[in-house]
């Protein structure tokens, strides 16, 4: 049975950072596309990072120079560090595993965790 676990939400004031964490059991993540999504209040669900088996890493361009997405092998876990976070950034923050060596839409992701929360706030 496959499962995806988040960890490291919280709340943080803005210009803060966060590192949260993406747990695999029942797959291998180096051998999926794994997608880091997030939606906020009000908003469509979007991809804001994704690795893909290769190691080769893309952002939104909301996040990128803010954002990074590691994938530690040994530990079968996809870290997504984010730093300078802003109160756009608020909104449940998942992970998704993806058959295949490219990044996709969300539509084409296979597995989904639960999501953790991620509030950016004064």
């Known amino acids: 049975q496959v499962q995806l676990d988040e960890s490291g939400g919280g709340l943080v004031q803005p210009g803060g950072r966060l590192r949260l964490s993406c747990a695999a059991s029942?797959?291998?993540?180096?051998?999926?596309?794994i997608g880091w999504f997030r939606q906020g209040p009000g908003k469509a669900r979007e991809r804001v990072s994704c690795?893909?088996?290769?190691?080769?890493?893309l952002h939104v361009d909301a996040v990128k120079g803010r954002f990074g997405i590691t994938r530690d092998d040994a530990k079968n876990i996809v870290y997504l560090r984010m730093d300078s976070l802003k109160s756009d950034d608020t909104g449940v923050y998942y992970c998704?595993?993806?058959?295949?060596?490219?990044?996709?839409?969300?539509?084409?992701?296979?597995?989904w965790g639960h999501g953790t929360q991620v509030t950016v706030s004064a």
């Open positions: 998704a595993a993806a058959v295949g060596t490219q990044c996709v839409s969300a539509v084409d992701f296979d597995y």
């Open positions: 690795i893909q088996p290769s190691g080769q890493t």
């Open positions: 029942g797959l291998t993540l180096p051998r999926y596309v």
